[in-house]
């Protein structure tokens, strides 16, 4: 017997170190017991506290629910009712963690079925259960679920067209329950919490308008089958982080009061999101939706993270509403992304740094001329291919005007990076005494200056590799610093030229996007500069001889300047990103040079011959709408020139429409008559004028065909469809 004992202790000693000790703590967590009439009896008279509240032990239980049980599982239902049900201040809860569920688990018919309206609700509900229920109809009122049968009972007086609801009174804990059967809580309006953590759902799951009043918690679940959520309202916060759906999830029209979490969940068939209102924050981060994800007409309040989910088929945004941002960052769009119809709020845009799109696989639909504003990344560094992608994604579509947004988007990014470069500290050329004034102290500056002799900083990330620079100081002065080559002066004057080319084709023209901009711009070089020119011809001199222009000519004039200001003014801010910064740097470029030569001109005073005739010619030959590409400012010294071209009437009240006209022959060379200076006593302060104005029309014609370039389809297609 002793050797027998001990052979026997050998072999257990031998498996017990073959078999892992968590498999066998988990043969022994996992182990169940079938559930007899008997056994449930004895656990409905002796319920455990559970987190303060009473609840019905069925744990680790086999529960036979199938129709050859028949008499099991009427008097299953038949037990539990009557003790789920019963009157108290405290409700019994129920949990069936690690339980075995056979057959079809009718949960609703667990709850208290009453009518739910106004005048009618069950006594046997406490206050605060009441004060629950009866918050239901605000949701109602505010939502769309009023199409919903107990949304109209407490929204009537009525109560013959009352309908009626299965109140859950307790709280449900499902913590790795396994049902094999269907699961039904429709209609159902659970009063507490649901705890549900990788619970496994064999087959169709059915919460079909149900009412979640306290947090929900579904981690981990695993829904083999299709579940149906369709118009649920969820109260409080609801948790389906790392969900498996392995077949369609149907979210349709319900609605988060909370925030809800559905981070890490695998959507294998379709996802229903459609006319679903998320009144807080919708977290989708790392997602993935391996068939269509439908999000028509959902109605977003807070932020909407889908960080780096997966969407390798369509995923539909048409007529959603975006109260605020949406984050796409590290996101990968493999099929369609549909933005069709939806509305943005002015705080919210689409935040799509490391987005994975590629445009000749996938493509992103939105109204033309507003999706492409709400693109938005924070650096152009890492994000240019993602810029480059979306622009060519709207220019196979026709969209010119959101790829040249894009483009905006991109040269934008542009200038701040030359910004950085020309006024931040460069770490790699910055002297000794330079750092310590920056902040950095005298031993963190040596390092500084070791460490760039061996290798030179590329970013802002290798100072924290540093022994001596503590994660204070980064955080304090990483902004004021930058990471590149050591510039010569040459260099630095380059990119300070880029730096303003790129500024003034920004404000301008919108990097060449905006063809209303350029013309407003335009309009009111033409409306100044043909005031002035009206200014020193018709304005001479007081004395001896007075030779000013009349009243009626003076207010001409002025109300023209105003009309053509005016329109050109409202152009430019309601197509400039920065109006005011397009007027000043407008202004720099028009204002400066030509007031000097006025003041000039007034100083020194006129006295030269012809005086009493204007220093303005027209061509008397035609009166014609002229396109006059070749044309200069000033006529040849030639006879026959200056018989063709005569002085300006300055007896004729339209005589003011000239300087409008030769203003607008100067910048883009169309006019309706061919009007230049003379060459005979003409100052040179004036004509110096003229060919100020010349050389910014060589310019500004340069800048409006470019612009025409970009934002008329034929001629796009022509330099970018190559």
């Not at 084709?505 to 996007?513: A, E, V």
């Not at 026959?640 to 100067?666: A, Q, V």
Request: glycine share 4%; net charge positive; with cysteine.
């Amino acid at each position: 017997m002793t050797l027998r004992f001990t052979f026997a202790l050998l072999c257990v000693l031998f498996l017990s170190f073959l078999v892992p000790a968590p498999v066998l703590a988990a043969q022994t967590q996992f182990e169940r017991t079938p559930l007899t009439l008997e056994i449930l009896q004895e656990r409905l008279r002796t319920p455990i506290l559970r987190e303060g509240n009473l609840t019905v032990d069925l744990r680790q239980m086999v529960i036979d629910l199938r129709p050859e049980n028949a008499s099991f599982r009427d008097s299953f239902y038949q037990l539990l009712r009557k003790e789920l049900q019963k009157a108290g201040a405290k409700s019994l809860g129920l949990d069936l963690s690690y339980s075995l569920v056979q057959g079809d688990f009718i949960g609703s018919d667990l709850g208290l079925r009453t009518p739910l309206y106004a005048q009618a609700i069950a006594p046997i509900f406490t206050s605060t259960e009441q004060a629950q229920l009866e918050s239901l109809r605000l949701v109602c009122l505010q939502s769309l679920a009023i199409a919903a049968k107990d949304c109209r009972s407490l929204l009537t007086t009525d109560a013959t067209t009352s309908g009626e609801i299965n109140v859950f009174r307790g709280a449900l804990t499902l913590v790795n329950t396994r049902f094999n059967g269907q699961v039904e809580f429709a209609n159902t309006f659970f009063l507490q919490s649901i705890d549900a953590q990788n619970a496994t759902f064999l087959q169709t799951t059915n919460w079909h308008e149900a009412r979640f009043s306290r947090i929900v918690n579904f981690t981990g679940a695993n829904f083999r089958q299709s579940s149906d959520f369709h118009g649920s309202i969820f109260f409080d916060k609801a948790n389906f982080k790392q969900v498996q759906f392995q077949e369609n999830a149907d979210f349709h029209t319900s609605i988060f009061q909370k925030a809800v979490n559905f981070n890490l969940v695998l959507f294998k068939q379709m996802a229903k999101f459609s006319q679903v209102q998320w009144h807080d924050n919708a977290d989708f981060s790392d997602v993935r939706f391996v068939n269509q994800a439908q999000f028509t007409k959902a109605n977003f309040h807070q932020f909407l993270f889908l960080t780096d989910a997966s969407f390798e088929q369509a995923v539909i945004f048409r007529e959603a509403v975006f109260n605020q941002p949406v984050n796409l960052r590290g996101a990968s769009i493999s099929s369609l992304a549909d933005f069709s119809d939806a509305s943005f709020a002015q705080t919210a845009f689409l935040n799509v740094p490391g987005l994975n799109f590629n445009s000749n696989q996938a493509k992103i639909l939105g109204n033309i001329g507003q999706i492409g504003k709400m693109f938005c990344v924070p650096s152009l560094q890492g994000n240019q291919n993602v810029l480059r992608n979306l622009g060519q994604n709207f220019r196979q579509q026709q969209q010119i005007a959101d790829a040249n947004q894009l483009e905006y988007t991109k040269q934008r990014l542009r200038l701040i990076e030359l910004n950085q470069k020309l006024l931040r500290t460069n770490i790699n050329s910055a002297s000794l005494s330079r750092l310590i004034s920056l902040g950095f102290s005298s031993a963190q500056a040596e390092t500084i200056l070791n460490r760039r002799t061996i290798q030179m900083f590329r970013d802002s990330s290798e100072l924290l590799t540093l022994a001596d620079i503590d994660l204070e100081t980064y955080h304090k002065l990483s902004d004021r610093l930058s990471f590149r080559e050591p510039l010569a002066v040459g260099g630095w004057i380059l990119q300070a030229w880029s730096w303003l080319a790129l500024s003034v084709l920004l404000l301008l023209s919108g990097y060449g996007t905006n063809f209303w901009l350029v013309f407003g711009v335009g309009g009111v070089a033409i409306a100044y500069f043909g005031l002035l020119f009206w200014l020193v011809d018709r304005y001479r001199r007081l004395h001896p001889t007075p030779i000013i222009p009349t009243y009626y000519e003076t207010i001409s004039i002025l109300l023209g300047f105003s009309c053509l200001a005016f329109f050109s003014l409202l152009a430019i801010f309601r197509n400039a990103e920065q109006p005011w910064l397009t007027l000043g740097c407008l202004f720099i470029i028009i204002i400066p040079v030509p007031i000097t030569l006025i003041m000039r001109l007034y100083q020194q005073g006129r006295y030269h011959d012809l005086m009493d005739v204007s220093y303005f010619t027209e061509d008397g030959t035609f009166r014609q709408l002229r396109l006059l590409i070749g044309r200069l400012p000033v006529i040849p010294r030639n006879q026959t020139f200056r018989e063709r071209y005569m002085p300006l009437l300055s007896d004729r009240r339209w005589n003011w429409l000239n300087y409008y006209d030769f203003s607008l022959n100067n910048l883009v060379r169309l006019g309706f008559n061919d009007i230049r200076l003379r060459d005979e006593h003409l100052p040179g302060i004036i004509a110096t004028l003229a060919w100020y104005q010349w050389s910014l029309g060589v310019l500004y014609i340069t800048l409006i065909l470019w612009t025409l370039s970009r934002t008329i389809p034929g001629l796009n297609l022509l330099i970018y469809l190559k």
